[in-house]
């Protein structure tokens, strides 16, 4: 990766009002020069506010945005180096695609040679040199969006910033673009802030990725540890799916930490806090075992599917509650009947993450 | 690209409905039945007719020939009525896009509640009568009206400046009677340009002027098109205001048909001048509508 070479973005304690309502409140991101930063997060937690305050449209309420060592927050939006690419692309639907692409460096005063010259790179780039001569409307889905971030690109912005650019786009393509964009910011070590809500999206593009919630930053950490080592239950619930239990803190015996579940039984767990503590404990459906004997949550199988390469179990425990299992299935292996008894136990007692309960 | 899959969507429930929609078109045509009898008789019949009377050699109507087109082309005076009823419009026009423009602009930008207030200000000209705004105007610019009496009042002039039965006066006024025509189809024109198009102009590098010029005002031409067309054709055929502000000194085409008809009694050769005014106009509309027809593909964004 080329850290270190790309232009560093800081937002410092950017807080946005709309009226009493707080669409953001006091995120801290300090992101490295060339790194790719995902903000992933539920419809309305403020992705789009958070990148409207970086591109120059809207002036926080509170809080710095800082590009390169510089803070630009007395900077418009065309004084600031930021490229943006919108979820609906927003292109000039009267400029073929050679002007639309040509038009920030026209802003720029860039002489015609070079305009064309570098017109026909970003287009070689996105690999649409052979429909320079187009109108958008006349383009696809994919293929507009690719004109959208040549035009952004073709200014060389120290920053680029993607709102939700694959939105539109089918499955297969929306791979395709996802590495494009991937190989571009690689090669041209620009510093890029994509919003998204679909987590495979931020998991698999992402250097680090910012989880938001309700206009506040639950986590920042690389995709494997926002996945492995969720900080907040938020984060737990929202990347993945996990089955949340409550309960109680206890030490067990040897001195095991325990959570004793409302419901009934016994979960061991890693944690710090305190016994007595009500928790709501996570456990991600891959990481439960089918115990044989020995210590473990019973229940019966209420239904199983095998799922292609997995086997997925949707278990009724004994107190009530519902959880879901899934493990590899092995060669002609076929799902428990319903009815089935069953013991469950987590694969490690430190796969159950355990968060104060805000229930109460 | 939203409208991909609804239509995709949409194609299996229409597919057996081919029938339905022959029928659909035919309902379509009888809907548009009463319109049709009512333009045919209150629309077609009388411009035949005044086309027929407009070939009559002779205000007696005993014979045929072309003697009223004749006369009118071939007389400087009439030519000059004309030429100044068409520049009026041009003038009036010019005008309503000048000040229309930066109002609709206003209109499109501002914040919800102050956006009903102006809507209503601009509106409300078409809710009183013609003639009681042109004796606004009168009120406004004549020798004692309210702009002499401020000049006068303020030292700025010693004798009451002449505005009223002015060209200056009559373009002003036209302009105000006429502005929602050229404000309301601009607006409409400016509110469906996606207002992400200039955010990513100004993250491009360009400033205000750059964005206005080479985005806001293409996107609009079509609401300039049109407002243009509408204008100049209310302020050509504006018979009241041009008679009452424009006073006796300038004759434009609406009065000078009245006087040929109702004064003289010369229907042919009135009848002469509104075909020569009517195709005068319908090649004016057409030169507006050649310019629209270049910046229609930009309407469908
Ligand atoms: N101009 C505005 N006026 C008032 N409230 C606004 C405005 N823009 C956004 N909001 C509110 O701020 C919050 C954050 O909005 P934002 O557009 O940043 O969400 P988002 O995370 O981008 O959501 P999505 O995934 O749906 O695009 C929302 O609750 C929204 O209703
Ligand atoms: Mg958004």
New interface residues.
């Given amino acids: 990766m080329s850290a270190g070479a790309g232009t560093t973005l800081i937002l410092d304690g950017i807080t946005q009002r709309y009226g009493t309502a707080l669409a953001v409140d006091t995120v801290t991101l300090d992101i490295k020069g060339g790194e790719l930063v995902a903000l992933l997060g539920p419809s309305g937690c403020g992705k789009t506010t958070l990148l409207r305050a970086v591109?120059?449209?809207l002036k926080p309420t509170e809080g710095r945005v800082i590009i390169g060592g510089q803070a630009v927050d007395h900077l418009?939006?065309?004084r600031?180096t930021?490229?943006?690419v919108?979820q609906?692309y927003?292109l000039?639907?009267?400029m073929s695609v050679a002007d639309n692409v040509a038009?920030?460096l026209a802003?720029?005063g860039v002489g015609r040679a070079e305009q064309k010259a570098r017109v026909a790179e970003m287009l070689a780039l996105v690999r649409l040199e052979h429909l320079a001569g187009r109108?958008?409307?006349e383009m696809s889905?994919g293929q507009?969006q690719r004109v959208a971030l040549a035009?952004?690109l073709a200014?060389r912005p120290s920053i680029l910033l993607l709102d939700e650019p694959f939105a539109?786009l089918d499955k297969n393509l929306r791979l395709d673009m996802q590495i494009e964009i991937k190989r571009i910011q690689r090669s041209a070590g620009t510093t890029t802030l994509i919003v998204t809500h679909d987590q495979e999206e931020a998991l698999s593009m992402a250097d680090r990725v910012a989880v938001l919630n309700a206009g506040r930053l639950e986590q920042f950490a690389p995709p494997t540890d926002v996945y492995d080592r969720p900080e907040t239950l938020f984060v737990n619930t929202f990347v993945g799916t996990a089955n949340v239990l409550h309960g109680r803190l206890a030490t067990g015996p040897g001195g095991t930490r325990v959570v004793a579940l409302e419901t009934g039984g016994l979960l061991p767990t890693v944690t710090a806090l305190p016994d007595g503590t009500r928790v709501a404990a996570c456990l991600r459906p891959q990481h439960v075992a089918f115990a044989t004997g020995g210590e473990g949550l019973d229940g019966v199988v209420e239904i199983g599917l095998p799922l292609g390469a997995t086997l997925v179990h949707e278990i009724r425990l004994d107190g009530g509650a519902r959880l879901k299992t899934a493990e590899a299935r092995a060669a002609g292996a076929r799902p428990r009947p319903p009815g089935t008894r069953v013991r469950l136990s987590p694969t490690a007692p430190e796969r159950v993450s355990v968060f104060p309960d805000s229930r109460h | 690209?939203?409208a991909?899959p609804a239509m995709a969507t949409a194609g299996p429930v229409a597919a057996p409905g081919r029938p339905v929609r022959a029928w659909t078109a035919a309902y379509d045509i009888r809907l548009a039945l009463p319109l049709g009898a009512f333009f045919l008789v209150f629309f077609l019949a009388p411009l035949a007719l005044l086309l027929l009377v407009s070939f009559y050699a002779d205000p007696g109507m005993t014979r045929f020939g072309l003697d009223q087109y004749a006369r009118f082309l071939l007389d400087p005076f009439s030519l000059r009525v004309l030429g100044a009823t068409l520049w009026l419009g041009v003038e009036v026009t010019a005008l309503t896009l000048l000040l229309g423009l930066p109002l609709a602009l206003l209109l499109t930008w501002a914040p919800g509640r102050l956006r009903g207030l102006l809507t209503l200000i601009v509106l409300l000209p078409l809710l009183t009568s013609v003639v009681v705004r042109t004796f606004a105007w009168i009120v406004i610019l004549g020798r004692q009206g309210i702009v002499n009496a401020a000049l006068l009042g303020l030292g700025l002039t010693d004798t009451p400046l002449k505005l009223l039965y002015t060209e200056g006066g009559l373009v002003l006024a036209l302009a105000q009677v006429q502005m929602p025509l050229m404000v309301l189809p601009l607006v409409t024109a400016l509110s469906r340009i996606?207002p992400?198009?200039a955010?990513?102009?100004?993250?491009?590098?360009?400033?205000a002027w750059?964005t206005f010029l080479?985005?806001t005002l293409?996107?609009c031409l079509p609401g300039i098109v049109a407002g243009c067309l509408l204008t100049f054709a209310a302020a050509i055929t504006a018979f009241i205001t041009q008679s009452l502000i424009g006073g006796g000194q300038m004759l434009f085409m609406p009065m000078y048909l009245y006087q040929q008809a109702s004064s003289l009694n010369n229907w042919p050769f009135a009848a002469a001048i509104a075909i020569v005014f009517l195709v005068a106009v319908l090649a004016c509309v057409t030169l507006l509508n050649l310019v629209g027809r270049l910046?229609r593909?930009?309407a469908?964004?």
Avoid: C, E, K, W
Avoid at chain 2, 199 to 207: C, E, I, N, R, V
């Fill in positions: 591109a120059g449209f418009p939006p065309n600031r930021v490229g943006i919108f609906n927003a000039f639907p009267h038009y920030g802003a720029r109108y958008p409307r889905g507009q035009r952004a200014v539109a | 690209m939203t991909g996606d992400n198009l955010d990513a102009s100004a993250a491009l590098g360009a400033g750059r080479r985005v293409p996107l910046s593909g930009y469908q964004a």
